[in-house]
C-alpha cells in the first residue's frame, strides 16, 4: 500500500481510525497497522464521495484533499447542490507536419538553446489557477455546510455536539493527566495573586510603616497614646447623639438590636475641666521629662571626640562640641527614668510641688489611667529597656 495518504487522516488517532471505519462499514481491521487503515479509509471515502461528502465527520477530510490535489481540474468532491464551475477549455491549435519538417531543416543562426530542465517551476498561469480552484472549493464547501445547516437543524445541533464533545469539554483521559490539569490551574491562579499582590503595593507601604515604627521615639508616642487614650474619657466624658435602629434578617438568625451611639462632648474643650487635668499631665508626663532628657543627654557626650582626654576640655573644644549634632535631641533613657520618678512622687505620693498642681487633677488622672501610677511606671519602663537596645544595636 502506499505510503502517502490524506493529511487530515495521518492527524487522526488509531481508535478514532478505526471507529470512523466500523460506522462507515470497513470491519476488516484487525491486525493492520495506523497507516493500513488510513490508506482503506481514504480509498474508501475517494470511492464513495458522493456519499459521504454531506457528512459534516468528513469535511476537514475532504477539504484536504483539496488542498493536496491543487491543480485538478475539477474536485474529487463534487458536493450536492452545489453550482457547477465553468469549465476552461483549452485551445488547441494544430500545426501540419510540413510546417513541423521546413521548421526543422532551416539551420539556426542562433546559439542553442539549453534542454528545458524536468523540474523547471510552472508558469504562474498554472499556479493562479490552482489557487483559483482551491479557493472556490472552499467556498462550495461552506456554501453547501451553511445550506445544509439552515434545512437539517438536527444536523447542524449535531456537528456542534460533536464539535463540543470532541474538544472543548475532552475530560482527562487519566489521573496523571487529571493532576497535571489541577497543578497548572492552581499555579496560574497562584501567578495571578502574587502578581496583583504585587501591583497593588502593599509590601512597599508595609516597609515603609516598619521603618517608621522601629525607632526609639514611635515606641514613646505609642505609650503616649495609650495613657490618651483612657484620660480622654475622664476629660472629654462621651455624650449620647442618637439610636441606630434594630434591623431584622432572616427572621432574627441575623441583624442587631437597637444601639445607642456616644460622641465626645466637644464642650468640655472650653471648661476648667478639662484644661486643668490635660495640663497636669502634660506637665508630669511631657514637659518635665523632656527637660531632664534634653539636659541630661548621654548621646551628647558620647559624641564628644575629646571625651577620651584626662584633662578637661578646652574652649576651642567646647565649641567643637557644641556644633556636633546629638544621637538624640532628648535622651530617651533619662526621659524615661525621670518620667518614672516624677509619677512616683505625684501620683503615688501626692506632691504637688508646691501647691502648683491641682490635687483633684491628680486624684482624677490617677483613677483615669490604665491601673493608674502603676501603668505609667510601666510605661516608662518600656521606653527605657527601648533606648537602651537601641543604644547596643547602635554600637
Keep these: ?86 469549465a476552461t477549455n483549452k485551445v488547441e491549435v494544430e500545426i501540419p507536419a510540413a510546417t513541423i519538417e521546413e521548421s526543422d531543416s532551416i539551420p539556426s ?23 483559483a480552484q482551491v479557493t472556490q472549493d472552499a467556498i462550495v464547501s461552506t456554501a453547501q455546510s451553511a445550506v445544509q445547516n439552515v434545512q437539517n437543524p438536527g444536523h447542524a445541533l449535531s456537528q456542534l455536539n460533536n464539535t463540543f464533545s470532541s474538544s472543548t469539554l475532552r475530560l482527562p483521559a487519566s ?89 465626645p462632648d466637644m464642650f468640655a474643650l472650653v471648661t476648667a475641666g478639662f484644661w486643668i487635668p490635660a495640663l497636669v499631665w502634660t506637665t508630669t508626663s511631657l514637659i518635665l521629662p523632656s527637660l531632664f532628657g534634653y539636659f541630661f543627654n548621654l548621646s551628647v557626650a558620647h559624641s564628644n571626640p575629646f571625651s577620651t582626654n584626662s584633662g578637661p576640655t578646652t574652649r576651642r573644644q567646647s565649641r567643637e562640641l557644641s556644633k556636633r549634632e546629638p544621637e538624640y535631641a532628648v535622651d530617651p533613657v533619662t526621659f524615661s527614668i525621670a518620667k518614672a520618678l516624677i509619677t512616683y512622687v505625684v501620683y503615688a505620693q501626692g506632691v504637688t510641688l508646691g501647691g502648683w498642681l491641682d490635687p483633684d487633677a491628680v486624684f482624677r488622672i490617677n483613677g483615669a489611667l490604665y491601673s493608674g501610677w502603676k501603668g505609667v511606671l510601666v510605661g516608662a519602663a518600656v521606653t527605657g529597656v527601648s533606648g537602651l537596645y537601641d543604644a547596643v544595636l547602635r554600637k
Design 1 to 86: 500500500m502506499s505510503g502517502t495518504t490524506n493529511s487530515w487522516l495521518a492527524r487522526q488517532r488509531k481508535s478514532d481510525l478505526v471507529e470512523l471505519a466500523r460506522e462507515i462499514g470497513i470491519t476488516s481491521l484487525d491486525g493492520l497497522k495506523k497507516s493500513d487503515i488510513e490508506q482503506q479509509l481514504d480509498n474508501f471515502l475517494s470511492q464513495n464521495a458522493n456519499r459521504f461528502s454531506s457528512d459534516s465527520r468528513f469535511t476537514s477530510y475532504f477539504n484536504s484533499r483539496a488542498r493536496q490535489s491543487p491543480i485538478k481540474r475539477e474536485s474529487d468532491v463534487t458536493p450536492n447542490r452545489a453550482p457547477r464551475r465553468r
Design 175 to 263: 489521573q496523571a493527566e487529571l493532576a497535571q490539569v489541577v497543578e497548572s490551574g492552581t499555579l496560574a491562579v497562584r501567578n495571578r495573586v502574587s502578581d496583583l499582590y504585587r501591583r497593588s503595593g502593599i509590601h512597599e507601604k508595609a516597609e515603609t510603616v516598619r521603618e517608621s515604627l522601629s525607632t526609639v521615639n514611635s515606641v514613646a508616642v505609642t505609650v503616649a497614646a495609650f495613657e490618651l487614650y483612657f484620660l480622654r474619657k475622664e476629660v472629654i466624658p462621651d455624650r449620647y447623639a442618637f439610636t441606630i435602629p434594630a434591623v431584622k434578617l432572616l427572621g432574627g438568625m441575623l441583624g442587631w438590636d437597637e444601639y445607642p451611639v456616644y460622641v
Design 109 to 131: 543562426t542562433t546559439s542553442p538553446s539549453p534542454e528545458p530542465d524536468s523540474k523547471q517551476a510552472p508558469a504562474p498561469s498554472e499556479v493562479l489557477h490552482a489557487a
